[in-house]
């Protein structure tokens, strides 16, 4: 491990959380950027994400914005925290459909107790980007194990 | 399929429906009961929906809260009408984990443009059971395509 | 103050800290029951609350529907704390009119950091009762001042 | 009448509504700027919307938030128009005191059926701004009575 960064680097740190997420792979998601307070995640439409018309299911859309925002939130905690979902809510703008979903996630207020971000999800077709969801969420910072 | 019940049996319907949520197998979820207004889906936690910690992912949680809920609105819709999820709301309230989860679906109000539902998700574990998470959604009627 | 129930005396407390919420007396809000874990709200519809139509404006709804939740939350608090709203989300089902509104509160969980709670609204003229809203709360205990 | 400017005039549009807000009044909240899609309102903290700490009410906060996003919605509708707020979340995150409380409503999409918007709201003291609030409404398009 001595090549490796230290877990306190911020993008070392997210990828072995996102790795363990056995979900993530599940659906397709793959991690994209990550910096302070920032992360992406993105994800390709296909039979492991999708709702009864081929869509992406909404349920998909919230995993990457919620883990999106999660992980963003988790670059501003100090080693040995991990952060947890309270609650969320997304609107779903347009049909989740396209080359494949981004996930845009950023922290608005980073507490001593809670802290909250919002998630914007793209579909992405060739040069063609369209918002199809928006998500809040609060995040309670707890001792990890 | 001329011993099938006819597509307006509103469990035929939402059975076939839920046979093309390719994600609902993904992250292993299954169908439960089906009545007029009210649908339950059940989750096995496993790697195919956990988190980084081995929990059942809020993003698991919430798809099968939402999908309850949708399919507790069609089964209030007319023939070749569908719904989409417009937004929602979910609130976590227990790490989710044990045995199996059980979204429990219900309309609250369905109205001419608007469904609004709500879904408790429980985690049972032998004959223990635990609300862990309360979903509020709306719904939009669509032409079937 | 000889003659008044202790502090400890939840109908007590709510009805001291509902007194010097000035916005209750300014939209026209009163307090109704209270009991743990459950505080209703009544509002009188009138100019004071109207939005543009003559219905109820939805900031009166929610902070009628706010309120009952806080003050159901703070009926399971010790004494010397007080609660604060992090968040809400309110489902507006139906115009908010008739002879009153009455808000009921009531807790999902009391957890040791955070206290969910959600409300129903009903609008009631004679004996007719009608659900307007739905509000889902998550309240964080705080030191009184 | 002559010299007003006509209804299609967004600026007087909102103005004539938000005169018929009696809550906005009663409440202390003053119309802001008003263009297409924006609209600010303003807020004077006082015994009109204090909760029992002297801080605003979350419930007035609310008020705010979702008039300036309900005024943005209806600068994009045709006349004869008007809209309702269907559902909203918000997310307080800090105390909303000082001199005098912002509301800022924009829309993120118009669409058809629904129109969805967001408001910071942000309270101001001197030359120190602070964001206290975020909200993301629904809002349905109804001809105008």
């Given amino acids: 491990m001595t090549d490796l960064p230290s877990d306190n680097d911020v993008a070392t740190r997210v990828g072995r959380s996102f790795a363990r997420q056995g979900m993530m792979a599940a ?11 920032r992360v992406t995640i993105m994800l390709r439409p296909g039979a492991a994400n999708a709702q009864q018309n081929g869509f992406v299911h909404a349920g998909a859309v919230s995993a990457i914005a919620d883990s999106a925002v999660g992980y963003a939130a988790l670059t501003l905690m100090p080693p040995g925290r991990n952060v947890l979902t309270t609650e969320f809510k997304i609107n779903l703008l347009a049909p989740a459909t396209g080359g494949r979903l981004v996930a845009e996630g950023r922290i608005v207020k980073a ?3 809670l802290t909250i971000g919002q998630a914007e999800v793209f579909a992405e077709t060739g040069d ?9 969420a609060t995040l309670i910072g707890v001792d990890e194990r």
């Avoid at 063609?128 to 809040?136: G, I, K, P, Y």
């Fill in 111 to 113: 507490g001593r107790t």
């Fill in 128 to 136: 063609d980007r369209t918002l199809v969801a928006l998500l809040t």
């Fill in 27 to 37: 659906i397709g998601a793959t991690l994209g950027s990550v910096s302070p307070g």
